[in-house]
């Protein structure tokens, strides 16, 4: 029969067995035989024979991301070795499930004595967005005899923090949309995406700087335009529209992306108008007069041109602002006039002299006055184009000899004297 210290019976004992040793004398006369009694005290010595156990095979924790704390179980941890007498030291240690020694998890405590509850503490903290879980192995060696060990199995949630803050796909961003666009008009969308999980990985959008010129979309990062203020209007409507690239071609907005966990991020956004042909080119004055003689090709201040120019509000070498000259007729029809020549520079030549004798009356209105309608036109899409009225101040010269209207006839005698008619 063999002895085991950890048996149920021995152990409660606490290894010490009292044995009871009777003798009986043997004969044939049984009614006389005798006996006696005696005990003694058996010590079972301990040896180190039994490897120390957890009480689970597996067991399943989490622990919350970027943390240096314990891990929660979803029940405790418990290692013994039934052996006793300094047999039941237990060593304990984290490994990776090929037994490599993982050192990102300390062992608390680190030695136990017979049983206890073991903890867990991260020292590494993990990154829910590198692993979701990881898989251990925890083991537990007897403290004489090394070949006396167990491992249970360690499955380890990591729960996601709001540890990253929302990032735009870009540092910045550029859009273009035309001047006087109308309400709704997409201009661009920035986007934004954040590596947490749930909650926090969901991104919403707000825009300012726009003075509620644009707006954004919280959920897709879609900016349009907000206002209807001059949308498609035409010439002078425009000079009130919220959009107006002659008042400022350059919107600077910032968008913030928040994440659900409250963290922010913020992004600049530029938005640039696109002109459009909205104004028609303005004469630098409203009306002009220049004068000449008949019979000259120079003007009276001794220029050989004079200049009838105009501005286009638009932007500057486009062909929105880009001007052409011609002079007109009452049907603001360009026409090649017979004694005068603009060119693409507003200059206004004499091609002919002028004879003021031949000036019709309706081209003189008054007496002298020679009146030429001009007209400046952009080069726009649908071109735009005023008009203005240059008057010729012909000066009469004394180029006609006197002439009769008629023929008379009359007579006189030979050798009438001075005063006979």
């Given at each position: 029969m063999n002895l085991d210290r950890e048996s149920e019976e021995i152990s409660k004992v606490r290894g010490v067995c009292f044995i009871k040793i009777e003798a009986y004398e043997e004969g044939t006369e049984k009614t006389n035989l005798t006996c006696s009694t005696?005990?003694?005290?058996?010590?079972?010595?301990?040896?180190?024979?039994?490897?120390?156990?957890?009480?689970?095979?597996?067991?399943?924790?989490?622990?919350?991301?970027?943390?240096?704390?314990?891990?929660?179980?979803?029940?405790?941890?418990?290692?013994?070795?039934?052996?006793?007498?300094?047999?039941?030291?237990?060593?304990?240690?984290?490994?990776?499930p090929n037994m490599t020694i993982y050192s990102g998890i300390d062992v608390s405590p680190s030695t136990i004595t017979g049983k206890g509850i073991v903890l867990l503490r991260v020292t590494k903290p993990f990154d829910y967005e590198e692993q979701k879980f990881v898989d251990l192995?925890?083991?537990?060696?007897?403290?004489?005899?090394?070949?006396?060990?167990?491992?249970?199995?360690?499955?380890?949630?990591?729960?996601?923090?709001?540890?990253?803050?929302?990032?735009?796909?870009?540092?910045?961003?550029?859009?273009?949309?035309?001047?006087?666009?109308?309400?709704?008009?997409?201009?661009?969308i920035v986007n934004a995406s954040d590596m947490d999980s749930g909650h926090f990985g969901n991104v919403s959008y707000q825009i300012s700087g726009t003075n509620t010129r644009f707006a954004i979309n919280t959920t897709s990062g879609e900016i349009f335009v907000a206002t209807d203020k001059g949308c498609n209007c035409t010439k002078t409507e425009c000079d009130d529209s919220d959009l107006n690239w002659e008042k400022n071609p350059v919107f600077f907005l910032t968008a913030v992306a928040q994440d659900g966990g409250g963290s922010r991020s913020p992004v600049s956004v530029e938005i640039h108008l696109l002109d459009i042909n909205d104004n028609a080119p303005q004469f630098i004055y409203s009306k002009y007069e220049t004068s000449i003689k008949e019979n000259s090709t120079t003007f009276s201040s001794g220029d050989q041109q004079i200049f009838v120019q105009a501005t286009?509000?638009?932007?500057?070498?486009?062909?929105?602002?880009?001007?052409?000259?011609?002079?007109?007729?009452?049907?603001?029809?360009?026409?090649?006039?017979?004694?005068f020549h603009i060119n693409q520079s507003g200059a206004?030549?004499?091609?002919?002299?002028?004879?003021?004798?031949?000036?019709?009356?309706?081209?003189?209105?008054?007496?002298?006055?020679l009146r030429l309608r001009i007209k400046a036109c952009d080069h726009g899409n649908s071109p735009l184009c005023s008009t203005v009225t240059l008057t010729t101040f012909v000066q009469d010269e004394n180029d006609n000899n006197p002439t009769f209207n008629q023929t008379h006839k009359g007579s006189v005698k030979e050798n009438s004297g001075i005063g006979t008619s």
């Open positions: 005696t005990s003694f005290a058996l010590t079972v010595d301990d040896i180190n024979d039994n490897a120390p156990n957890f009480t689970k095979p597996n067991y399943t924790g989490s622990v919350d991301e970027n943390a240096k704390i314990s891990i929660s179980f979803d029940k405790s941890i418990e290692v013994k070795d039934i052996d006793q007498n300094n047999h039941n030291n237990i060593n304990l240690t984290v490994h990776y192995v925890l083991k537990a060696v007897d403290g004489q005899d090394s070949s006396l060990s167990s491992t249970c199995s360690i499955h380890i949630e990591i729960h996601d923090t709001n540890d990253n803050d929302p990032q735009f796909n870009f540092k910045e961003y550029n859009f273009n949309v035309s001047e006087n666009s109308c309400k709704g008009t997409i201009v661009g286009d509000r638009d932007e500057i070498n486009s062909p929105n602002s880009n001007i052409s000259y011609c002079i007109v007729d009452d049907n603001d029809t360009c026409i090649n006039h017979i004694h206004v030549s004499c091609i002919k002299e002028l004879d003021y004798e031949e000036l019709s009356v309706s081209s003189r209105g008054k007496a002298g006055e």
